[in-house]
């Protein structure tokens, strides 16, 4: 039986998928799943943190029950506690923000007490959360190095004790210069943006893109911050999740047949 169009909507798409890993080979298979060809080419990674002893000492501090919140601003901030074995005691409660970092948190065996209801963002949380708890709280804000302290400052503004702590550094990962050809000469129809690190490397590593490429951002955060690095973002997620962003750029046409053969 063959697939109908409307099954497999992606079909002849080829699309980068800007991180490698178990999360890369997801959205491959998601990818795949639609018709689409996914070339995986990790455009970041992660380091450890600069100031190991610190986390080791939040992590302890956590453990020993020592805070009420504890925040989680991103899936690979779940990675560092799953690596490290972080123990979160049933009195800690833990706020992630997105859909994506919560089911990271539960896929590992963490339950999530709060996930933003509308701004899926940091300042969301820190509203949700400053709305939530009237009275000062010790808070754990674990996050990556480059991220802007917004969360941390929102939260020490309504009077609560927060440690905020680097839980690793995002570098970047040059691509090979057969990936850098692909982009160029159109034969990626679309990219996936999925953080504003991601879109940094896009613009510094592809100079030059089609004005047919499709940029695809996987929220309305990280279209900003793709726009602020230079980037002409074509579609946007209305949520902040794979699923979403495969689902907007399925809503286009192929911009143009790609010469499979071109030298």
């Known amino acids: 039986m063959t697939d109908s169009k ?16 178990p999360w890369g080979d997801g959205v491959a298979a998601s990818l795949r799943a639609q018709g689409a060809v996914p070339v995986v080419a990790p455009l970041i990674n992660f380091a450890p943190t600069t100031d190991q002893a610190a986390l080791d000492l939040a992590l ?19 990675d560092v506690m799953f690596a490290h074995r972080a123990v979160v005691p ?3 409660k833990i706020a992630a923000v997105g859909e994506t970092t919560a089911a990271a948190l539960q896929a590992v065996g963490y339950e999530v007490a709060l996930v933003p209801d509308q701004d899926n963002s940091a300042e ?8 939530l708890e009237p009275e000062p709280r010790r808070i754990l804000t674990l996050r990556s190095e480059i991220a802007k302290p917004v969360l941390t400052r929102s939260l020490l503004k309504a009077g609560h004790h927060v440690d905020s702590v680097v839980a690793y550094r995002t570098v970047g990962v040059p691509v090979t210069d057969r990936i850098m050809r692909d982009v160029q000469n159109g034969r990626i129809n679309a990219i996936l943006i999925t953080s504003g690190s991601v879109a940094e490397q896009v613009r510094e590593q592809f100079p030059e893109i089609p004005d047919e490429t499709l940029l695809a951002a996987i929220g309305p955060r990280t279209a ?33 047949a790609a010469d499979e053969f071109a030298p």
Not at 11 to 19: A, C, K, N, Q, Y
Not at 124 to 131: H, K
């Open 224 to 256: 900003k911050d793709a726009r602020k690095a230079g980037l002409p973002i074509s579609v946007v997620a209305d949520r902040q999740t794979v699923d979403a962003l495969i689902d907007a750029v399925s809503h286009f046409t192929l911009p143009h």
């Open 90 to 92: 049933a009195g800690t």
């Open 60 to 78: 302890e501090k956590l453990a020993a029950g020592e805070y009420d919140w504890l925040t989680i601003t991103s899936a690979t901030t779940v």
């Open 6 to 21: 409307q099954d497999r909507p992606l079909d002849g798409w080829r699309i980068l998928v800007p991180r490698g890993g």
């Open 124 to 131: 969301g949380m820190a509203e949700q959360l400053i709305s």
